[in-house]
C-alpha cells in the first residue's frame, strides 16, 4: 500500500490538480482527495484497513498516467545501430532479416530485458509489440511484471504455406497457453500480419479466421512507405493496403495499425468506419526517409490515434516522451500551425487511447478505481521550472531524467534510477555478448 502525499497530478480530463493525496491499495488507485495533515486515518478506521502505507512524498513531484508505446518490437534492442543509413526494404531484406534469422528465444529474453528497461525508465507501463520467438520475450516481461499485447506476425512464409505450420502459430498458441495460466491480463495476446507485401492472401485469411475464434486483436504495418503503398495497389487491381485489408476481411477484427504514413482518405474513412486505430511513428519514418504522416488529417476524420517508438533499430531509442515531443514538433513545423496537437491531446494518445485500443479496462487514467498505472515525475529540476501548464512541460520539457518512478499495478517497478524487477548490469553485458556472437555468425 502507498500514499502519495501532497503531490500534483493531471486528472482524468487532464487537469492538473495540485497538493492531493492519492492512496494506492493492492493494483488500485483507492482514493483521490486534497491533502490534508492526516494520512487518511478516518479512511482506514471506517475500511478496516492495515494501517500502514508507504508514504512517498509528492512535493515538487507529479504524477500521471503511465504511458502506452503503441508500436514496438522490443527484441529489436539487440539490432540498435546496426544496418544504418538504408530505405525500409534495403534495411529489411539485406541487414534486419538475415539477422533475425540467428535470434534464439534466449537472444529475445535478453533483449526484451533492455527494451523493458528502458520502457519503464521512460514511464512506459504498457506497450503492443509484433516480434518472434515470443517465449523468450514472455519469460522476460513475466518476470519484470510490465503489461503487454504481444503478437508473432505472420511474415513471408511463401505461397502455399499454412499459418497453422509456421513459428507464428505455434508462439500464439504459446501466448494464449499462458493466458489460460496467467489470468492477470498483464500479458494480453494479439493477433499480427507484418504487412501486406509480406503476406500472401490465403495466409491473411488463415491467420483472420484464429483471430476471429480466439478474439484477438490484430496488429499489422499498413502503408508505411509510399513504395508499399503503390506496389500494393498494382499488385492488388487498384487497392490500397487499408482497401485490400478491409476487402479480406480483417477490420471484423480490432485493427492496431502502424505508420499509415501514406493512407488516403477513403482509407481514413475505413478505419474510422471499422473503429481501427492509427499509430504514429515518427522517429521511424523520418530515419527510414519514408515521409511524414499527416496525424491532423487522422483526426479530422475521427480516428483514434496512439504513437509508437517502432523498434530500437530504426529510431534508434525507445523513450515515449521523445516521440511524442517529436510527434507535436514535426507535425506543428510541416503543416505550419502551431495549434496542432495540443500537449493534453497528446498525453491522450501515449495513456487512454492506448489503454482502450489494447482492450485494458479501467487503465490509462487517474482516477479511483482505476489500475495504479503511474509515472511520478520530479519538477524540481531546472528544466521543469517554473511550471505554467503542466502538460506543457511534460510535453516539451520532460526528458528520461525526470521520470522518478514508474509503478505498474501497484507495484513499483522503477524508482530514482533502480530497476526493483530486473538487473540491469547483467543485461547489458548479456546484450553485449549477444551482439558479438551474431556479428562472428554471420562473417562480420
Ligand atoms: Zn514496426
Given at each position: 500500500m502507498f500514499l502519495l502525499k501532497n503531490i500534483d497530478y493531471l486528472d482524468h480530463n487532464f487537469v492538473h490538480q495540485k497538493n492531493m493525496d492519492i492512496l494506492i491499495k493492492d493494483n488500485m488507485i483507492e482514493k483521490i482527495r486534497p491533502s490534508t495533515n492526516d494520512n487518511f486515518d478516518d479512511f482506514f478506521f471506517e475500511c478496516n484497513f492495515e494501517h500502514n502505507p508507504e508514504i512517498i512524498d509528492g512535493k515538487n513531484k507529479a504524477v500521471l498516467p503511465g504511458f502506452y508505446n503503441m508500436h514496438s518490437h522490443v527484441p529489436m534492442t539487440l539490432l540498435r545501430g546496426y544496418g544504418e543509413g538504408l530505405s525500409l526494404q534495403d534495411w529489411l531484406f539485406t541487414k534486419i532479416f538475415p539477422f533475425e534469422n540467428l535470434l534464439t528465444a534466449e537472444d529475445t529474453y535478453w533483449g526484451t530485458l533492455l527494451g523493458l528497461s528502458e520502457f519503464l525508465a521512460s514511464g512506459t507501463v504498457s506497450f503492443s509489440d509484433m516480434y518472434m520467438r515470443i517465449p523468450g520475450i514472455v519469460k522476460a516481461i513475466d518476470e519484470v511484471e510490465i503489461k503487454a499485447n504481444l503478437c508473432n506476425a505472420i511474415t513471408d512464409f511463401g505461397p502455399g504455406v499454412k499459418f497453422a505450420k509456421t513459428e507464428a502459430y505455434r508462439d500464439e498458441i504459446f501466448l494464449l497457453d499462458y493466458m489460460k495460466s496467467n489470468p492477470s491480463r498483464k500479458i494480453i495476446a494479439d493477433a499480427g500480419i507484418h504487412a501486406e507485401y509480406t503476406s500472401y492472401p490465403e495466409q491473411v485469411l488463415q491467420l483472420l479466421e484464429f483471430a476471429v475464434n480466439n478474439n484477438l486483436i490484430i496488429q499489422l504495418h499498413l502503408s508505411e512507405t509510399a513504395f508499399e503503398h503503390e506496389e500494393c495497389k498494382q499488385r492488388h487491381y487498384g487497392k490500397t493496403p487499408t482497401e485490400y485489408f478491409f476487402d479480406l476481411g480483417v477490420f471484423q477484427q480490432k485493427c492496431i495499425l502502424a505508420?499509415?504514413?501514406?493512407?488516403?482518405e477513403k482509407d481514413l474513412k475505413i478505419i474510422q468506419q471499422n473503429d481501427a486505430v492509427l499509430v504514429h511513428n515518427p522517429a521511424s519514418n523520418m530515419k527510414l526517409g519514408s515521409g511524414f504522416a499527416s496525424v491532423g488529417k487522422w483526426l479530422d476524420f475521427g480516428v483514434t490515434v496512439c504513437i509508437g517508438t517502432d523498434g530500437a533499430a530504426s529510431n534508434?531509442?525507445?523513450d515515449i516522451l521523445q516521440e511524442t515531443r517529436l510527434a507535436a514538433l514535426v507535425q506543428k513545423g510541416l503543416k505550419k500551425?502551431?495549434?496542432?496537437?495540443k500537449p493534453e491531446q497528446l498525453l491522450q494518445m501515449i495513456t487512454i487511447n492506448g489503454a482502450n485500443a489494447q482492450g485494458r479496462k479501467n487503465c490509462g487514467l487517474i482516477k479511483e478505481g482505476n489500475a495504479a498505472d503511474l509515472v511520478i515525475f520530479d519538477l524540481d529540476t531546472p528544466n521543469m521550472q517554473p511550471v505554467y501548464d503542466l502538460a506543457t512541460n511534460i510535453i516539451y520539457s520532460a526528458n528520461m531524467k525526470n521520470v522518478y518512478l514508474t509503478m505498474v499495478d501497484g507495484q513499483i517497478l522503477y524508482r530514482n534510477g533502480e530497476y526493483?524487477?530486473?538487473?540491469i548490469e547483467k543485461v547489458k553485458f548479456e546484450v553485449n555478448r549477444i551482439k558479438n556472437e551474431k556479428l562472428t555468425q554471420l562473417g562480420l
Open positions: 505508420h499509415g504514413v501514406y493512407v488516403e534508434n531509442d525507445l500551425d502551431p495549434k496542432l496537437l526493483k524487477t530486473l538487473d
